[in-house]
């Protein structure tokens, strides 16, 4: 039945494939759009009930969307900005642009220009419903153009070096939970901290895509091919990093079950397939250090088969309710490079939903989880991943790095207003003061091999603004944008 199921998207994708082929010889220019919402890429719906796979659909489609369905994108702006940058493994796995389809409530101007802002800071571009102009009294986002400083879309590349799996693979032939919380939980923590990422999918898992990077996330990815699986250990074999979570590779991409897990070789591991729970923690190397959870992190039956030794490092531990204790994040070298294995789902407790307005938000933060979580994604990241260090960023201002046209272009959003709590009902419109003003001065320090000029442009504010930087040691250099200077939206261009 599965084989079918696949059958029958991969029939579905050569239907697209091959009009557009056929219509390319009478109509060249001819333009194919597609788009479906984020529920349509992260869940079974489309994929399997109907089989309209995305990514089959989109070798036949010149421009992937999708149709933001919440109605209120500030108020869902943490998931949103994971769930834009997932929607972005096509343009960095296929080089095919991306747009967001902006809806609000009643037209409003606020939500629409953070929706096209949002869009626009991750190199998407948007559709939004027309009839409405700029109200006088507020910033008109339309007018923003490469001519006036925004980046060009055609020619700006992102900033990156760390890579997240998303696997589609995965997403239709689950295993015991679902795939999606972990990858989109992880990526949101990424955001936090303002630590530049993209996505890919399994067309991404190529030499000429992967060499981009030094990171790959493979989080929960159950469902993976023998192919998908050499070209993963083949990243860490030329000196990647490679993060596996919790069921990675444990079926073949028809979601047949493994007779052995993939990463056996690597790890001395006895693995079932049934939930473990960890409901505390244990910091390496002595373990010394206990961490009581206020809830549980998911996770899968993992122990030592043998005692673990050289070369593989075991960096945490998980005690469960039972009081067992199990390795919770281990270390292994593979090549030039190394793999980092957690049979937890580190990400699954920070992941928010997307949530429909006059719908309750059900995101409640467990801020012990995440402190771990980000302990654990230092160690796997290092110090040579980061093209920046922000100082002074809060984590309500979304961020992202771009070169364009000789320059490197560092977005802010100000999301600081949008405070949702769990048990709220999401909102039509805006809080009152939807872009408070900000306690400080935005500090950052930029690695470049020189920098002659760094100025502020914006929606906001006509014309370009000086900022003020320092040297702070060789190839770094340190930038301050004035608080009043980020209303809305501002883009600090480096050159």
Known sequence: MRAWLRWRQ???G???YHLKERIKTFKPDFVIMGYATHYGMTSTYASLLFGDALEQAARGWDFVGTEIMTRNI?????????LRQAKGQFQHSADLPVFGLVYTSGFNWDLMYFGWALNNMLGQTTWEMTGYHCPPDKSNYRLFTADNGNIAMREAEQVASVAMLFSNQSRDWARGVAYTPDVLGLSQLLNLKHIPHVFINEIGLKPDTLRKYKVLFVCNAMSLSDANLAMIREFAHQGGTVYLSNRVGASNENGDLRSSWPFADLFPLERWDKSSDAVKMYAGPAFAEAMALAKPIPGVSCRAAAEVGAPVRVLWEYEDASGARFPAVLE???????VVYSPLELG????ATEIAVRSKYSFERQLDAEEIAHRVLADVLGKDTMPWMPLTVPEAVLTNIFRDRGETVVHFLNATGS?????????????SEPFPPLAENIRFVIQLPALQRAYAVSPDFAGEVELETRQVEPGAYEVVLPAERLKIYTLVRIR
């Open 14 to 16: 050569d239907f697209w």
């Open 332 to 338: 292994a070298p593979l090549g030039a490079g190394k």
């Open 10 to 12: 991969k029939r579905f």
């Open 419 to 431: 405070r949702m709590e769990a048990g709220q009902v999401v909102p039509w419109g805006p809080p």
């Open 74 to 82: 500030y108020a869902n702006y943490r998931a949103l900005m994971s």
């Open 348 to 351: 699954t407790p920070a992941n």
